[in-house]
């Protein structure tokens, strides 16, 4: 196991378009957790799966941002129409019970 | 709500020397603290934790003490190392969320 995966590594897309990122977690971690982080600061929570179910989402969840775990294994994390806001590194995370998050090396985002 | 920010945004330490971290958290209900370490480009790595029930915990060079009287945590490193260098966050548990609340971090910089 080389611990949470995260795809790509870096994406530069046009504003307007749509992003699609991938994160596997630890093979047998049941909660996976998305957040974004800009820089010079700490990560910020977006969203949480236990198994499937996605049972909390950040204000920062826009209408714009969807995430699924559809068989409860590796996440997508989409943001729609995107904005220069939107540029930031998505972190992914994983753990078998709640204590000791492990995170991926995320993806950053740039939207030019 | 949870809030948890550091005192200090950097830390300019000699090798060899021990450095302490500090953190500041306002939530009383907060029963859960994680202390990561992140290097340019990655994701948080996990250093150590400790639960409210815990004053200190111990690991291999770090040691966290937790004042839940002053709502205060510090991260203590022994002997500073080179590879030490790196922004260091705290972050602590919502209370009735699986939330992690992350504080803007300090920039620890070893010098040889």
């Known amino acids: 196991d080389t611990g949470v995966s995260q795809n790509p590594r870096h994406k530069i897309t046009k504003r307007g378009q749509n992003v699609t990122f991938r994160c596997d977690p630890i093979s047998e971690h049941n909660r996976l957790y998305w957040y974004r982080q800009t820089l010079g600061q700490g990560p910020e929570f977006l969203t949480y799966?236990?198994?499937?179910?996605?049972?909390?989402k950040s204000r920062l969840l826009s209408d714009r941002f969807s995430a699924e775990r559809p068989k409860g294994s590796f996440s997508t994390l989409e943001i729609q129409r995107t904005e220069q806001g939107d540029s930031a590194m998505y972190l992914c995370?994983?753990?078998?019970?709640?204590?000791?998050?492990?995170f991926g090396s995320g993806t950053r985002l740039t939207v030019v | 709500g949870e809030s948890v920010g550091l005192h200090l945004p950097t830390l300019s330490v000699q090798e060899g020397d021990n450095s302490i971290i500090n953190c500041a958290y306002s939530n009383s209900a907060s029963d859960y603290f994680i202390w990561y370490k992140q290097e340019s480009g990655k994701g948080p790595q996990f250093i150590i934790d400790?639960?409210?029930?815990?004053d200190k915990r111990q690991g291999q060079r770090v040691t966290v003490l937790l004042n839940k009287t002053v709502k205060h945590l510090s991260l203590q490193i022994a002997a500073t190392q080179p590879g030490d260098s790196a922004v260091y966050f705290c972050a602590g548990l919502q209370g009735g969320s699986e939330k992690l609340v992350f504080g803007k971090g300090t920039k620890l910089t070893v010098n040889p």
């Open positions: 400790i639960r409210s029930n815990m």
């Open positions: 995370a994983s753990s078998r019970e709640f204590y000791g998050y492990t």
């Open positions: 799966f236990q198994n499937e179910a996605q049972l909390e």
